[in-house]
Structures are given as C-alpha cells and as structure tokens.
C-alpha cells in the first residue's frame, strides 16, 4: 500500500489516522506516543532484536486478552487495535530492561553518555528503578579504536545497531559481532583504528555509551550545559545539517541533525570531527601587524589600510555574507572568486549546468539503479555522497524484497542473500578505493582521458552528442552505454577534484542523452564554492595578477587554508603594495596584516551547497579575542573609507543589500516569531565559568532581529527549529525520530533555477593536456588529509595518511623499483613510499600529499632509497609529520642527506 495513503488505528481505544506502509513502532513515535526501543533505526530498519517495543494486538474490540508482538515488526493496517498502557505490554517491557541490566553497569554518573542516553530514556519509560539481580556480571575487555572513538564494552546490550551500521550499512569490515549468546562482543579482532570514514556516527547510533565521542570526552560537559546551534558542515559542498555545541566559550562537538534531503541521519568522520580547527594552536585571536600583536585604531593598522585601490580575493571557505561585503567593499571589478585559478572555469561550468538541469539531492542519488562516475574521487571530495552512491547499490535487493511484497523496513534479511548482485557501478578514472573496488566496469584512465570517452559515451546514446575527434572508444565505454540504456533512474557524477571542466561538460551531455529518467550531481570543490561562484558570475571580475600590474595595488584575502592556495598567493603577494589577510587561522608567508575572524560556529552565516541551497548557520559561541565575523570587519574598513557599505549596523541590513542581488534569500532567513534558546532550562555554571574575571553573570550576546537567543530564553523548539535534540522524556538524540516525517530543508533556498532546456557542449581545446613528460602525475587525496581546515584539527590530522607514491607494478618493473622504495624530491625532503596497485594509468604516478603540504612534484626529480638508515630516516620523518613538526622533519631529513646517509640510488626525470 503506497505511504500516500491513510489508514485508521486504535492504540488503548483512541482512534488515530496514520501514513500506510509503515510499521506500528514508527507509527507511534510519528504521533509523538511514547514506545521504548532499542535495535529499530529509521535508516537501517527493523530486525526485532532487543524486544523492547512489546506491545499487545487485540483481534477486535471485543477481544479483552489480545497476544503480545513486537511494534517494530508489526505492519500498521486499518483497524488495527493495539494496547500500549495495559500491564501486560508493560510488564514485560520492565522486565525486558531487567534483563539487560543483568549485565550492564550501573555508573551512570561517571558515564559519558549520561544525560543522554537512549538506554537511561527507556529504563525510566519502561517504569524500572531497582536491581532485583544479585550474581556476578559478565565483563569485557575494552579496545582502542582509535583517536575519535572510545570504547566501553561493558556497556553493551547487544541490540546490534553497531554492526547493522557500520558493516551493512556503512560497508566497513573491520568491526563485527564476535562470540555468542551472553558473551557477544562488538569490536575489531584486535585493537586499531576502524576503517570506516563514517566510524563516529557509532557514537550516536549506539543507544548507550559502548561508543563515545572521544576528543568530546576529553574536555567533556554533560549535554544540559552545552549551548548548541543548527550549523552546516564547511568542509566539502554536501552542506550537510548539523548541531554544533560548545562549553566554556569554546566548541565541543558536532552531532547530526536530520535532514532527510542531505545527510539523512549520518555524518562522515571529516564533517564531524573536523570543527576543531577552530581550537587549534594555529588560531588567531588578535589583529597583527607585521607579525607583532597591534590595534585597530593604531596609526599604523590604519595606515596600512589607507583608502586606494585594492584587489579583493574571496575564499569558498567563507560565508556568502563575507563574501558579499568584500565584492561590495572592492568593486566587481576588482573582485576575485578565489585564489585557485584552476578552479575558475569549474565554477563557471558548475553554474552554466545547474542552470541546465537540477542537482540531484543524497536522497535522490539513493533511489538510482545505475550509476556512472567519471573521475571524481567521491571518498576524499564528498565522503557523505559516497555512502549515498553505496545505499543506491543496494536497489537490485530492495526491488526483490518488494517483489516478495516484503516492506522496505523489513527488508534486511532478503538484502543480506541479495549482496551479490548489486546495482551497476561504472567509474572512469583511477585509484584504488571502496567505489572503485565496487565497480562492475572500471576504465582506469587519467582525467583528460574519462573527459573523452565521457564525450564518447554521450554520442552512443544519442548521435547528435558531439564527441572529440579521434577518440579511441573503450570497450568499457561500450558497456556503459548498454547498462544505462536500460536503466530506468541513472545517476550521473562528476566533479572539480581532477581540476578538469571537460568531465563536467561530458556527465551533463551523458545526462542530456538520457533525457528525463537521468539524475545528475556535480561535486564542488568546497563549502561554498557555489556560492562565490554567483557572487562572480559577471564578466566584471578582474585578474588580480593584471590588476597588481598596472595599479600600485593592495590586496584583501579571504584566506583560503589549501596549499594551492597559498602556492598562487606567493606569487602575487610580491607585487602587491599590502597583503591584509582576514583568517581564522595565523597566515604564512608575505601577510603585513592579520585580522581574525569567526570560525565555523562563531558566527551567522550562509553557504551554499553544490546544488545552489543556500543555508543558514547559527553560532553555539562568540569569537574569542579580538576575532570579528569577516563581514564585520569589512564594514569597519568600509568606515574608515567613506564608502557606502560602512552604512551597515548590523547583519539584518547586510542581509537586506544582499536579498536585493538574490530575491531568493528572504525564504532562508525567514524572522521565526519567538526566538530560539540555544541552552537548555537545565544548564548550570553560568557564573562559574568566568569567576576568574567577574563574580557577575556577564550579559548574553545579542544578534538584533536573529531567531535565536545565545541563553535559556526562548523556546525550546521542535523538528526544524530544534537547537539540539530534545523531547519531553526523550533526552537522546532519538527524539529526532519523532519528526523523520515531518523534516525538511532547514530554511534552505534554492538560488539557482534550472530552466530545464539542455544543450550539448563542445569539447574544448582548453582541456586538452600538453604534457611533454614521459611520466605523467596524478593528484590522489585520502579520506583524512584532501581537506585543509579539518588537518588542523588534532584527531583528523593524527589519521592522515604519510605522503605516497602509487605507480602500476608493470611500469615498476621497467624501472627497477620495488614497493616499499621510498622516494625523495629533490627539491624538498618529504620522503614518499612507493606503493603498487592496479588502479593507476600506465606511465602516471600517483601522488598523495595533505592538503595543507605547500609542496608541489611537479618538473621535480625524484630519488629513490632503498638502506635501512634510510628506512630509519623515513619512520622519523612520518612520527614528526604526524606531530605536526613538518619544519623539523625537513631540517633533520636535509641534515641527514648532507651527512651522506641517505644515498640517491636512481633518477626518475621529468615528473610532469
């Protein structure tokens, strides 16, 4: 029966009006009826594992004894007549928790999760409040995971959740249920870092404290005293919703925030640990001038900002807002869409196609029944797209399991003997991770190359598709354009990791060949990459190094962390009369003047995700120091100029120039009438925390006309307007189900409007590489370490990988190398391991460097080692890396390489 459709129940002879084809669990959360569980989730379904949600089922109204069921596997139907009071279904529901309090510790007060811990929720639900067992417990050994999670078995009660995530859901394999009946154990075989880049979503999976969020234990708070806010994560273009919470006028931790369109119920490892950049030692706190700690209204900050011709760069990684003041502070015509070059006509060509033709949303990719990828590295650039793309390879088995006429929630077990036989999965490109391993057709090819037989493809499915002449059509290609004729909804990605315009014009032409039935989705480089790409879209936008040529120039910097960034920076910086950088972090390099900035939760703000959403971000805390929103800043300076923009008071009136550019941005900042309260009735300390500088409670910020208030004052909110997770009795994040229904986009608005009339692009000159090298070189980002800001956070930085080399073992061969050589440039002393697989183009190299590593390959000689001292050298270099210390790990590898220990045994020339 469609969900469309209604049907009548009666729970403890009250008649409710519920959405068919669910079951009876979801519908009586849905109604906001309280019903303990554990083991049900709404994204992983029903398996009837912990017996929780015991209810009775009545055959009719006469029936006065009914039989027990489980609520999660029951099928709403109409004229259902069930009992959630009587004390039968409460009875064994009580002692159900009895049971698993056999086994479980009673140390709430010391456990991290207390106060918000689904399993404490139940327990007082259920009506248990004494131990009636008096034997010995069963106890475990507890493991290390790793740096974001801790482990704390003894407080398991086996529901599965776990497992059913992370290996089912997720696809990891390195976390699984051991042993039996009483003593089943949920872990890795031995101790080590899981695998999974979407690992700490166990923490919030977990109904109690097995698994806990450890940086946030570290300093931790319990979840009444923190003051928490509905953010967006900034560290790819997904956008996806969270909570973000602070303690201390510091940030704490990221959770989920339900958005079924997006993120859904999960996060990756990146978006949620990633935040703690803004607690890094790098932060910069105080304006400096020259390096040295100075103030605003000195004569020489202000001297050093003297009105005259200025260039503006902005940066994806700030706000729409930020963005916005600085073009209007500079001029269009001396503002720059970011410090990457590169990245300018991706931008341009992202836009073009959105106005072609819709994005489509996480929700949308799950529903695909073919999938094609060209060259886009969706585990580093879009690590939440990537879990999507693995739900929608599950779809041969949904179908099957609706042939079956089982309900979509009750699917698993029919999943489960349907593994084998996944959706299509095609992908042009290279390297070697968990998609490409999943690919039934795999072209391994450079950029350029997927660029071609994309065009390629498009002409086989549709003749009047323009494809590049001479192109040798792969047998690959051939296969593809047989599996998605026949697909009824295939999804087509790419995106801007390879740093080529020509994969997006090729998946929009493979989108338009396919007609309506096509999805298609385009990975932007960064938060809000889309975003500058519409503050840019006019042909007005200069070329700051022309500009710096022909005027005596001044440079405003939105700073951008990535070290392509900073490499294009360096080159201009030296023509510019003043380089003013606005950063949330201390800037290297040839900045006179730093001012700090907001980082992520500090602030209002606005980005927009790769399908044009823009959406708005509430701060959990107040900049510290000296830091300002970057668009404060600017109207400061727009002040002291005279100029127009200097008008503004506050964010409101900013906001209101901007809606005059972008009319669609009065439904994201819709006013909500009764403000928010971003702390909880219960939150405590309020005095103490700054006792050291005042006995006084010190006033709450005030944002003038924003829909929240940064104290106790104000609503607590519910579904969309929630601050943090609540519910009356429901203290965990679970109480986000009791609004699975009815969540939608958080005051997004759409900004870009597809028109729907496609057109065919031509392939262009522009993306064909000349390389004159024998040897062809190839980015290659992992999941930790292709992001910059995340690198400096402490937990993220510690799983970033040690930089490598990846070369096919042919081409190997042909050059007498081995894996586990180890490869020095010749300009720097990173030292880089060889490493073999099949996933590398023939004579390419892959390279794999943090994002934040100033160090470029390219024209470089590199020289292979292969003696113990050097293996020796190589290890130190990697622990010293890993701390941080990449200035010491280059002078004791330098120091070394003069005291000949590190002998160069071959050459390989002209890497290009």
């Known amino acids: 029966m469609p969900m469309s459709e209604k049907v009548q129940i009666h729970i403890d002879d009250k008649s409710y009006q519920v959405e068919a084809g669910q079951n009876l669990l979801q519908a009586c959360l849905s109604l906001k009826l309280d019903l303990p ?43 259902l007549r069930v009992g959630l009071g009587g004390k039968q279904e409460q009875g064994f529901r009580e002692q159900n928790i009895a049971a698993l309090m056999t086994r479980h510790p009673h140390d709430c007060p010391v456990c991290s999760e207390g106060g918000e811990c689904h399993l404490q929720d139940m327990t007082v639900m259920t009506g248990h409040h004494a131990r009636h067992y008096q034997g010995q417990k069963v106890t475990f050994n507890n493991q290390y995971l790793g740096p974001l999670i801790k482990h704390e078995m003894n407080r398991c009660i086996t529901c599965y959740r776990c497992v059913r995530f992370y290996h089912d859901y997720a696809g990891g394999s390195d976390l699984c249920a051991q042993a039996s009946k009483n003593h089943v154990y949920f872990g890795r075989q031995q101790d080590g870092v899981l695998e999974s880049p979407f690992a700490g979503n166990l923490v919030e999976v977990c109904p109690t404290g097995v698994f806990t969020d450890k940086p946030f234990n570290a300093h931790f708070s319990r979840k009444w005293d923190l003051q928490s806010a509905p953010s967006v994560c900034g560290h790819c273009a997904v956008g996806c919703n969270t909570f973000i919470s602070s303690r201390y006028n510091s940030l704490r931790r990221v959770n989920n925030r339900l958005n079924p369109q997006l993120n859904g119920h999960f996060l990756c490892d990146i978006g949620r640990y990633g935040f703690a950049y803004a607690n890094s030692p790098k932060r910069l706190n105080e304006i400096k001038l020259n390096g040295k700690p100075a103030d605003w209204s000195s004569k020489a900050v202000q001297e050093a ?34 410090p990457e070059p590169a990245m300018w006509p991706l931008m341009a060509m992202h836009l073009a196609i959105a106005g072609q033709k819709p994005m489509a949303s ?54 489960q003997l349907q593994s084998d036989n996944p959706v299509p999965l095609i992908y042009f490109g290279y390297g070697e991770q ?48 047989d599996i998605l004729r026949q697909a009824k909804k295939p999804l087509i990605v790419s995106g801007w990791s390879a740093g080529n315009p020509g994969l997006l014009a090729a998946a929009a032409n493979i989108a338009e060949a396919l007609g309506d039935k096509a999805m298609l989705c385009l990975v932007a480089d960064k938060a809000n990459s889309v975003g500058l790409g519409l503050l840019a879209q006019k042909d007005q936008c200069g070329n700051p190094e022309e500009c710096l040529a022909s005027a005596n120039a001044g440079l405003l910097v939105l700073a951008d962390h990535s070290a392509k960034s900073r490499r294009w920076m360096s080159k201009i910086t030296e023509q510019a009369r003043q380089v003013v950088h606005l950063s949330a972090l201390q800037q290297e390099g040839n900045s006179s003047l730093q001012l700090p900035i907001a980082a992520e939760g500090e602030c209002s703000a606005t980005r927009v995700n ?37 008008q503004v008071e506050d964010l409101r009136q900013l906001r209101a120039r901007m809606i005059s550019v972008f009319p669609a941005l009065q439904a994201c900042w819709a006013d909500i009438d009764d403000p928010i309260a971003l702390q909880t009735p219960r939150v405590s300390g309020r005095t103490a925390m700054l006792a ?41 994040n679970q109480s986000q189900h009791k609004f699975s229904q009815e969540r939608g986009d958080l005051s997004a608005a759409l900004l870009i409007t597809p028109s729907g009339q496609g057109f065919w692009w031509k392939w262009q000159s522009a993306w064909q590489k000349i390389n004159g090298y024998h040897w062809h070189l190839l980015p290659y980002k992992g999941v930790f370490g292709g992001e910059s800001l995340s690198l400096e956070a402490a937990p993220i930085a510690e799983l970033c990988p040690a930089p490598g080399l990846f070369i096919r073992a042919d ?29 590398v183009p023939p004579h390419s190299l892959l390279y794999q460097i943090p994002a934040n590593h100033g160090f ?42 003069d005291q000949d220990r590190l002998i160069p045994v071959r050459f390989i020339e002209g890497m290009g």
């Open 37 to 79: 569980y554990f083991c049900w989730h709404p994204a992983m379904g029903s398996v009837g594992a912990c017996r929780q949600c015991a209810v009775t089922l009545y055959k009719d109204k006469d029936d006065d004894r009914g039989k027990l069921a489980m609520a999660c596997m029951t099928p709403v139907s109409d004229g």
């Open 610 to 646: 790769y399908q044009g959403y823009a959406q708005p971000l509430w701060p959990a805390v107040t900049p510290p120091g000296q830091s300002l929103p970057a668009w404060q800043w600017l109207v400061n300076l727009a002040k002291t100029w005279g100029h127009t923009l200097g």
């Open 856 to 897: 470029s390959l390219r024209g470089c000689e590199l020289v292979v080692l292969a003696d113990e001292a050097q293996r020796h050298a190589y290890q130190l270099a990697r622990d010293t890396q890993r701390a941080g210390q990449a200035k010491d790990q280059q002078a004791k590898l330098r120091q070394l390489l």
């Open 305 to 338: 900002l003297a009105e005259g011709n200025w260039i503006g760069i902005g940066s994806a990684q700030a706000s729409l807002e930020d963005n916005f003041a600085l073009q209007q502070l500079v001029g269009e015509e001396n503002f720059v869409p970011g």
């Open 811 to 839: 081409d190997a061969a042909l050059l007498g190398l081995s894996e586990g050589d180890l490869v020095c440039c010749d300009e720097d002393s990173t030292l880089f391991e060889l490493r073999f697989t099949d996933g």
């Open 692 to 732: 050291n500088q005042s006995v006084h409670e010190p006033k709450p910020p005030i944002e003038t006309e924003a829909p929240y208030r940064q104290s106790m004052e104000g609503q607590v909110g519910k579904g969309n307007s929630q601050a943090y997770s609540w519910w009356p009795g429901w203290n965990s």
């Open 434 to 481: 968990a998609l490409q391993r999943q690919a039934c057709v795999f072209c391994v090819c450079d950029d350029e190359e997927a660029a071609r037989q994309g065009f390629a493809l498009a002409n086989l499915l549709h003749n009047r598709a323009p494809q590049k002449a001479g192109t040798k059509v792969s047998a690959q290609t051939h296969q593809a354009a």
């Open 362 to 415: 996480l929700a949308q990719i799950e529903e695909a029944d073919a999938v094609l990828i060209l060259c886009e590295n969706l585990n580093q650039s879009a690590p939440r797209i990537a879990l999507s793309v693995r739900q929608a390879l599950t779809n041969k088995a949904k179908d099957k399991a609706e042939e079956l006429q089982v309900p979509r929630w009750q699917d698993a077990a029919v999943r």
